[in-house]
């Protein structure tokens, strides 16, 4: 029941406990002990370079890191276990397909490619994957996926499993789609969401659609747009023995479109409104209670690119009742819902 690692002799000291299923597991395989804390690969200036069929394992660091200033990256059937981080990814046009990924203690592939100053698309793939036992001892906001940056495409994969978050979706402009996701919020968080992003007013434009949602225990909701994020589409997605498949937090010029919900065991969808004075640019800070509008101020988004998104900027500073305006509820069906179709609260 107890390990020791002598460092000064690099000696694992393992003493098992007859009868005990986790001793047992000890004694009847390998043990496998990794002394290295560094990054496995570290990628700069780098180009064209293809990474295909190889297993990367036994780390308490990182497996691959690829910085911003490499471009088509190609990461192909290749696995990715017993180790602390798979993944980190800045630059443009790469590609992650077909690999595994699992028994990952924290965060699995954390992506923030192309460029969200000028909102140049990154053009990056992730397709085709597969993701399970993860977050296995950070257990909070350590997801499979964590999509920042611009333009990616998130596609076929499945994500099993998970203690919490199983996607963080952040940046701009992304696309979250054709995707399975079951089995997540094993620890049962109440305020979460298998899919999530919160108190960012410069996430804008993502779009999650054509997903399949299924056997996840009632949480806040499936899809959760917490405190102000807005302009984000959930279409066409099916959602099944689940709880309530999207809430929204105070946040404008969402979409929940043409969704399909079978067997949801409370509320369908949920909207809440939050403190007026979350809107007020003059409050913004890095403290308090208003990182929300925070966010915006590394970017000029009172200039283009940025004006595309002036159909959610025109509600900074109004103040009184900003939260929910241009809301789109249309074309979604609920078959066998434990609650009501529509929660709104505060507004």
Request: with cysteine.
């Amino acid at each position: 029941g107890e390990v020791y690692f002598d460092k000064k002799n690099s000696m694992l000291y393992i003493y098992p406990v007859e009868g005990d299923p986790k001793s047992s597991e000890f004694l009847n395989n390998d043990v496998q002990f990794s002394l290295l804390s560094g990054d496995m690969f570290s990628l700069a200036g780098t180009q064209n370079v293809i990474f295909k069929g190889i297993t990367f394992e036994n780390s308490l660091g990182l497996a691959m890191k690829i910085s911003d200033t490499c471009k088509n990256i190609q990461i192909r059937g290749c696995t990715f276990r017993n180790i602390k981080n798979a993944i980190e990814m800045e630059g443009f046009k790469h590609l992650v397909s077909g690999c595994d990924f699992y028994n990952i203690t924290g965060r699995v592939l954390w992506t923030n490619c192309g460029d969200r100053y000028t909102l140049t698309p990154s053009e990056t793939v992730i397709t085709n994957n597969r993701f399970w036992n993860f977050n296995t001892v950070s257990r909070t906001n350590s997801s499979a996926l964590h999509i920042n940056g611009v333009a990616h495409t998130v596609s076929h994969n499945e994500i099993v499993g998970g203690p919490h978050i199983a996607l963080n979706l952040n940046g701009n402009d992304n696309i979250i789609e054709y995707n399975e996701f079951y089995d997540n919020l094993q620890d049962h968080a109440a305020d979460a969401g298998p899919v999530y992003n919160g108190r960012n007013a410069s996430v804008l434009g993502n779009i999650i659609r054509n997903n399949y949602f299924h056997d996840i225990p009632a949480s806040m909701g499936v899809i959760y747009l917490d405190d102000g994020e807005s302009d984000h589409t959930i279409e066409g997605n099916v959602f099944e023995n689940t709880g309530k498949i999207a809430f929204i937090h105070g946040g404008v010029a969402n979409k929940v479109i043409d969704n399909l919900s079978i067997n949801d065991s409370t509320t369908g969808i949920g909207f809440s409104a939050i403190e007026g004075s979350r809107w007020d640019y003059s409050k913004a800070t890095s403290v308090s209670n208003n990182t929300f509008l925070w966010n915006l101020t590394p970017f000029n988004w009172q200039k283009a690119p940025w004006t595309k998104y002036n159909h959610v900027f025109q509600y900074i500073n109004q103040t009184d009742k900003a939260s929910m305006y241009d809301t789109v509820i249309k074309g979604n069906t609920f078959v066998n819902i434990g609650g009501e179709i529509l929660a709104i609260s505060d507004n």
